[in-house]
Nanobody
């Protein structure tokens, strides 16, 4: 099982970024993020029945998508970025009650 996130970077407030998660051995499910000194938090994820869940803080700004025809990964389109979105973003999946994480990609939003 391997999850690899990419697409992070530095962007000004109000800008956009698109994160990609390449997956092998498992279907990627969603994204979490973490800032220093805080717990990792859910950003968005596909549920087992194909629905999507978003954190209240990103609703209307972030969109998760999947391209099943191409690979087992997921994308995260982030629009109207805010400084508080600054974090390391981790791709996530879960199987048989075990969590799998990618290596993380840094997103920095300047004010």
């Amino acid at each position: 099982v391997q999850l690899q996130a990419s697409g992070g970077g530095l962007v000004q407030a109000g800008g956009s970024l698109r994160l990609s998660c390449a997956a092998s051995g498992i279907n990627a499910m969603g994204w979490h993020r973490q800032t220093p000194g805080k717990q990792r938090e859910l950003v968005t994820t596909f549920t087992s029945d194909g629905n999507t869940v978003y954190a209240d803080s990103v609703k209307g700004r972030f969109t998760i998508s999947r391209d099943n025809a191409k690979y087992r990964g997921v994308y995260l389109q982030m629009n109207s970025l805010k400084p508080e979105d600054t974090a390391v973003y981790y791709c996530h999946s879960r199987r048989l009650f075990r969590d799998y994480w990618g290596q993380g990609t840094q997103v920095t939003v300047s004010s």
